[in-house]
């Protein structure tokens, strides 16, 4: 094999170390749903690539949906964008590092299943799935102020599930028909400053395997079967929602709920604008 450069070679190894010559830079691009041509939201996703917004107007969008991996997909406006599973599967699959913001998402079997890394659901609304709110399988997303309420089965389920940073925090998990959360596997993650309440089985439910989980300054209350005594670290007292069924308010009426702080000194559940 020859190792003598040919002219051309060599002028670009001049370019190159002379700091002449630049990586392309891939710029993001934004997809507006409804736009020109996009009537959906999964219409938009073959538009994208990886570092993309997907921006979903105020509208029922009744479909499955796919994000592609490195995509965000955001509502316009808080809780306005709502994704309707029709009653059946899962509505909103995450790819590989991936977000979801202010959407509501509801009436599937799974509101939202994600097993890639990298992957992030804030202040989302997900309620009214016939199973489960949020499946998560080996990589915990960054779940984050979100009202996960109304579920038919557990509010979020985790199986075999590790994190180095991400965690669930400062969500309002809720009126689900099982258990708030529930974790198994071998799973390693961290729970803190949650409101946990009036779910109808446990509010967390640790199988033995997943002896790795860290429960602090959370709300535990009212769930039919409290672990008994509540956590070292945690609280329980009425939360105190303000119009939680009629105007799915669960933020806490000052006048009647007692104050606490979460490991941030913030107020615990959702931190969310009404």
């Known amino acids: ?11 670009f190894s001049l370019l190159l170390a002379a700091g002449l010559l630049f990586p392309v830079v891939v710029q993001s691009a934004s997809v507006q749903v409804p736009s020109m041509g996009i009537k959906t939201i999964s219409e938009a996703m073959l538009r994208t690539r990886a570092g993309d917004t997907v921006w979903v107007e105020k509208g029922v969008y009744r479909e499955h949906v796919l994000i592609a991996p490195g995509v965000t997909l955001a509502s316009r406006q808080l809780f306005g964008a709502v994704i309707d599973g029709g009653g059946r599967g899962i509505v909103v699959t995450m790819g590989k590092s991936t977000s979801i913001s202010g959407l509501e998402i509801r009436n599937g079997t799974i509101g939202v299943f994600s097993n890639g890394s990298g992957n992030t659901i804030v202040q989302c609304r997900i309620m009214n799935n016939w199973q489960t709110g949020i499946i998560v399988v080996r990589h915990l997303p960054k779940i984050e102020d ?5 579920n038919r089965a557990s509010g979020i389920q985790g199986w075999d599930v590790r994190s180095t940073n991400a965690t669930i925090n400062h969500n309002s998990i809720v009126y689900n028909g099982n258990h708030g959360v529930a974790v198994g596997g071998s799973s390693e993650l961290i729970l803190e400053n949650n409101v946990v ?17 860290q429960i602090s300054n959370n709300n535990f209350y009212r769930n039919l079967n409290n672990p008994k005594p509540i956590p070292s670290g945690n609280f ?24 606490a ?3 941030d000194n913030e107020e615990l559940g959702a931190r969310l604008a009404y």
Do not use: W, Y
Not at 146 to 150: E, K, L, S
Not at 236 to 259: E, I, Q, V, W, Y
């Open 236 to 259: 329980s007292f009425d939360p105190a929602f303000m119009s939680p069924r009629t105007g799915l308010n669960f933020k806490s009426d000052p006048a009647h709920c007692c104050k």
């Open 1 to 11: 094999m020859s190792h003598f450069f040919t002219a051309k070679q060599f002028r």
């Open 261 to 263: 702080k979460g490991t």
């Open 146 to 150: 979100n009202i996960i309420a109304f």
């Open 197 to 213: 309440a009036f779910n109808e089985r446990f509010g967390i439910k640790i199988l033995a395997q997943a002896e790795r989980v």
